[in-house]
């Protein structure tokens, strides 16, 4: 239950490496709130993960802009929303942008949940992967449930089965990305509805263990069942 408002944190590190998490919310740290923060130049701006057997569900991070001034020169994940195992948690109103990652895979996401949680939210977010960093190389993603996969070990029931489990991605603005504006990993039963994506590689799912309702969405790409393997049922309207 404890709440963060009306700061304004910045990462002030001698290397990226150093300043991975402006908030690390874990194990039993429960109804954690992030109200009209600002926080820039951090690798995940929020993490979140379980810890013993015990997990930080029932948070909510909302009007918050995050941000980063360079590119990160690091190989830890860069993703300002960090979420693993984590259960019930809503972002709302958020700007999220220029998160990108110049070491290793190169690979980014302006916010993922995955590791086997459940009832996760994202609704009027604006996520946009290059605003004002912009040609860097390398794969920005929008949003996800799934992101790149869990280990075992790391999800919430020891096995992950779906990554994710009745989530929600409503009424968001996906922009300026050079990879997928939203990916669905493994993530079963999830409602998409109501988002733009604008300038992105569209909205891809993979896996059979995903499914998915979408309806109502403004897809500047394509909306398309990622190999390998097939994916599960997806109602688009």
Not at 6 to 29: M, P, Q, Y
Request: net charge neutral; glycine share 12%; aromatic share 8%.
């Amino acid at each position: 239950h404890w709440t963060f408002e009306n700061l304004h944190i910045r990462g002030a590190c001698s290397t990226h490496e150093k300043c991975d998490h402006a908030f690390h919310i874990v194990g039993s740290a429960a109804h954690f709130i992030s109200r009209n923060n600002t926080i820039t130049d951090f690798n995940a701006h929020f993490k979140i993960n379980g810890m013993r057997g015990a997990f930080p569900d029932h948070g909510l991070v909302e009007s918050n802009t995050i941000s980063n001034g360079s590119v990160r020169n690091t190989h830890s994940p860069v993703t300002p929303v960090d979420l693993v195992t984590a259960s019930d948690w809503t972002f709302r109103g958020n700007i999220i942008s220029d998160f990108i990652k110049g070491s290793g895979d190169r690979i980014s996401y302006g916010a993922y949940a995955k590791g086997g949680g459940s009832g996760n939210r994202f609704m009027r977010n604006v996520i946009v992967c290059e605003d004002k960093l912009r040609g860097a190389r390398g794969q920005r993603v929008g949003l996800s449930f799934g992101g790149g996969g869990t280990g075992k070990s790391y999800c919430r029931d020891q096995r992950c089965v779906t990554e994710q489990d009745g989530g929600v991605i409503e009424s968001n603005l996906i922009a300026s990305c050079s990879d997928e504006g939203i990916y669905l990993n493994r993530a079963a039963t999830t409602t998409v509805v109501h988002n733009t994506l604008v300038d992105t590689a569209g909205l891809s799912a993979r896996w059979p263990e995903t499914s998915a309702d979408i309806h109502g969405n403004i897809v500047d790409g394509r909306i398309a069942g990622r190999h390998p393997a097939a994916v599960g049922d997806l109602h688009l309207v």
